[in-house]
């Protein structure tokens, strides 16, 4: 019954591509509907500000609609998407120039007023990544959560693999020490 | 807690997130989607114009007589020359010998009079500017001045090979021509594009022209043979 459902899903998801291709705006719109809490999720990784993040996620939808065509049908559809919004949200922190890949970068950050325990949620998470100087924070991103491998990382952010490994390593271990630090005054057992 | 169970909570966490998107956002994307496919569809209507104007152009090149040189539709209008595309077909106006003979004696160039000839329509439209030129009067003179050439040739020796009678003819003929498009070949405009395909299209023309040379030569030689005789 469950394996009859995903045919089913597959195949309607391969005909809402279809007609979203054609330029059907109803099948645009579903798709839209479909994928974008989840995209808005994954641009909000990189970009700490709301209203950025869903601009970024708007214009990363226009391309994956102005790019249906180049979509095979060999892979997830919505990994498809992902990547395409990975790479809008790293093209906008970089046309910002939000990206500094040195040590100054740490300077100046403010903290996150959050209390965190064990049991911290996303928004929890989210703030603590957000805290990260922006480079860090795309390679531990990318790395740690989108999977990527630190080749693809320096290809993707023009670093080099070294830079990429250096960056992840200095974000996994100031994660670490806010980490410890937002538990032991969420605890209050200083 | 250890990296690597921090992470994997991490992206646990951070997977399952959805976060909630404006509700004038769809609207945004469809805005752009809408200019998007507007500029997407902006050059179909260049495209299919030049599409008809080439197909409209081509048309008219394939109902073209290939036979008469002319077009389908020709009007006749007034022209002080004649054209040189229709120049090999229009029927023999002038007799190459007697007009030799007459140049012979002196008594000039035989200028033909300006008549009524048939220009074809299409090719007023694509460049107007375009001056037939009759050949008949050029080829007689040229041919006069070849004649002349062979005659001091032969003052100086005994005898003149065929081979460089050729020759002359053929210098003769490629003064001709160059007469024919003065511009020559240095600079590209469209009335030398045009000279230069409606020439190329009559393959013989130029083989006609010497062709021309020669026999008028032949004759005028046999006539003053004969007359020296």
Redesign the interface.
């Given at each position: 019954m469950n394996r009859l459902k995903i045919i089913s899903f597959y195949k309607n998801e391969k005909v809402l591509i279809k007609r979203a291709l054609r330029?059907n705006?109803e099948a645009?719109?579903i798709i839209?509907?479909t994928h974008?809490?989840?995209m808005?999720?994954v641009c909000?990784?990189y970009i700490s500000d709301?209203h950025f993040a869903?601009d970024v996620?708007?214009?990363g939808?226009?391309k994956v609609?102005?790019y249906l065509d180049t979509f095979r049908f060999e892979g997830s559809f919505e990994g498809w998407i992902r990547r395409i919004m990975v790479r809008e949200a790293i093209s906008f922190l970089r046309k910002k120039q939000f990206v500094v890949f040195d040590e100054d970068a740490l300077q100046g950050r403010e903290e996150a007023k959050i209390r965190i325990g064990s049991n911290?949620?996303?928004e929890q998470?989210?703030a603590l990544?957000d805290e990260l100087p922006e480079g860090y924070k795309m390679v531990f991103i990318l790395h740690?959560?989108e999977g990527y491998k630190h080749q693809e990382i320096a290809e993707m952010l023009g670093i080099t693999e070294s830079t990429s490994k250096s960056q992840l390593f200095k974000a996994?271990k100031l994660?670490?020490k806010k980490?410890t630090e937002k538990m032991t005054i969420g605890y209050g057992t200083r | 807690m250890a990296p690597v169970e921090f992470e994997k909570k991490i992206k646990e966490e951070l997977e399952e997130r959805r976060l909630q998107p404006s509700a004038d956002s769809w609207d945004r994307v469809a805005s752009q989607l809408k200019s998007s496919d507007r500029k997407r569809t902006g050059y179909w209507p260049y495209a299919v114009a030049a599409a008809l104007a080439v197909l409209f152009f081509s048309g008219l090149w394939m109902v073209r007589d290939t036979n008469t040189g002319q077009w389908a539709g020709d009007v006749v209008v007034e022209e002080d020359t004649p054209s040189a595309v229709e120049d090999e077909k229009r029927p023999e106006q002038t007799d190459i010998n007697s007009i030799a003979s007459e140049l012979l004696s002196e008594s000039g160039n035989n200028i033909q009079q300006p008549e009524e000839k048939i220009i074809p329509e299409t090719q007023q439209l694509v460049n107007t500017e375009i001056v037939p030129v009759d050949m008949d009067p050029l080829i007689n003179e040229k041919l006069l001045e070849v004649v002349a050439e062979v005659r001091i040739l032969e003052e100086d020796r005994d005898s003149l090979t065929n081979a460089e009678v050729d020759l002359l003819l053929d210098q003769a003929r490629q003064e001709l021509l160059a007469e024919v498009n003065p511009r020559g070949n240095d600079t590209v405009d469209h009335q030398n594009l045009l000279t230069g395909v409606e020439m190329e299209i009559d393959k013989t023309f130029r083989d006609q022209v010497f062709e021309k040379l020669k026999q008028g030569f032949v004759k005028v030689r046999t006539a003053v043979a004969s007359r020296n005789d």
């Open positions: 330029g705006r645009q719109r839209y509907e974008a809490p989840k808005l999720s909000r990784q709301g869903e996620m708007i214009n939808f226009v609609f102005g911290y949620d996303a998470i989210q990544i740690a959560i996994r994660l670490q980490l | -």
